[in-house]
């Protein structure tokens, strides 16, 4: 049973406007959430991340969004630029649960086209 | 980017052949971790290590196992390899409990199982 999940395997924006990708989860347990960013022969790269105590984070074009009622989370990209092209995975975990893991969605592949 | 070193980066082995890869990092985390990426699946938790001989299974833990003799150094190891793990297989570090920091990854070891 996936406990994160991105229902999204693919997404194409255009240069310049918003990339919105979604994650949603069903653990009420987590409480930290991340999002991370992959390109092709490399490994995961964090890339921001939101306690459930916050409810928007921001850190320059990227922006997460939580809405804890609905086990929802967000990633906004604006603008998007060409080298926002990779693939982005959602990850949740239970901060301080002894057996603590990070739970990784299966990513969603982002292609920003001209 | 954290000093993280996996290798072989690439294998190919036949099936029941024993497979050892190795993790090796210089930022003394405490925490180590090995995932496997498949597609559809993204990132799946395979073990991982809170400290020098302490490690714990994760969600995929069957027909695999690990050593931690150094804090530097996490091994991974197919007992008898099979086809199903075929894989790309990441190592992961993190300075502080799973799920309060971010993980921070290798560059990933191509597993083919023929």
């Known amino acids: 049973d996936q406990q994160v999940k991105q229902n999204s395997p693919s997404l194409s924006v255009q240069e310049g406007r918003i990339s919105i990708l979604n994650c949603d989860y069903t653990n009420s347990m987590f409480d930290y959430f991340l999002w991370y960013k992959k390109y092709p022969a490399e490994g995961p790269t964090f890339l921001i991340s939101?306690?459930?105590?916050?409810d928007k984070n921001e850190d320059g074009r990227f922006t997460v969004f939580l809405n804890k009622s609905a086990k929802h989370l967000s990633l906004h990209i604006v603008p998007s630029q060409p080298g926002d092209s990779a693939v982005y995975f959602c990850?949740?975990?239970?901060?301080?649960?002894?057996?603590?893991?990070?739970?990784f969605g299966s990513g969603t592949r982002l292609s920003i086209r001209p | 980017d954290a000093g993280i070193t996996q290798s072989p980066r690439h294998k190919v082995t036949e099936t029941g052949t024993p497979v050892t890869l190795r993790c090796h990092q210089t930022e003394n985390h405490r925490y180590m971790y090995w995932y496997r990426q498949d597609p559809g699946h993204g990132l799946r938790l395979i073990h991982y290590s809170y400290g020098v001989k302490d490690t714990d299974k994760g969600e995929v833990s069957d027909g695999y196992s690990v050593s931690r003799s150094k804090t530097e150094d996490f091994l991974l190891t197919l007992e008898s390899a099979t086809s199903s793990q075929t894989s790309v297989y990441f190592c992961?570090?993190?300075?502080?409990?799973?799920?309060?920091?971010?993980?921070?990854f290798g560059n990933g070891t191509r597993l083919t199982v023929t």
């Open positions: 990850a949740a975990s239970a901060q301080y649960s002894s057996a603590s893991k990070i739970i």
């Open positions: 992961a570090i993190s300075e502080s409990t799973p799920g309060a920091s971010p993980l921070h």
């Open positions: 939101i306690s459930s105590i916050k």
